[in-house]
């Protein structure tokens, strides 16, 4: 099985700083787009940021500036770094990534997505 485990989420205050971690495990093969979405209370899933196997980017207009998104190819993880957190910013915060695995009949492709982590901004 393929799993995205997510960390690095927490209570920070305004104007503060965390970085997430999302690392693939498992019979990966292969991991094309990997990425980031939150979901606040009461509103839907949204885009935060993705990135290609060869570092190309997309964010979401209102994030550019503040966060940033990279990823390690050899270590199959991806990371976001986010800086001068409002508190609009609260939300889980899902990894979400393509990813080539083995099966038994060969290697097909996935869309998997983590299990969220809490990011809470407030004084």
């Known amino acids: 099985q393929v799993q995205l485990v997510e960390s690095g989420g927490g209570l920070v205050q305004p104007g503060g700083s965390l970085r997430l971690s999302c690392a693939a495990s498992?019979?990966?093969?292969?991991?094309?787009?990997m990425g980031w979405y939150r979901q606040a209370p009461g509103k839907q899933r949204e885009l935060v940021a993705t990135?290609?196997?060869?570092?190309?980017?997309n964010y979401a207009d209102s994030l550019k500036g503040r966060f940033t998104v990279s990823r390690d190819n050899a270590r199959n993880t991806v990371y976001l770094q986010m800086n001068s957190l409002k508190p609009e910013d609260t939300a889980v915060y899902y990894c979400?990534?393509?990813?080539?695995?083995?099966?038994?009949?060969?290697?097909?492709?996935?869309?998997?997505w983590g299990q969220g982590t809490q990011v809470t901004v407030s004084s």
């Open positions: 990135i290609t196997t060869g570092g190309i980017t």
């Open positions: 979400n990534a393509d990813i080539r695995r083995a099966t038994a009949w060969g290697p097909s492709d996935y869309n998997y």
């Open positions: 498992g019979r990966v093969l292969g991991i094309n787009t």
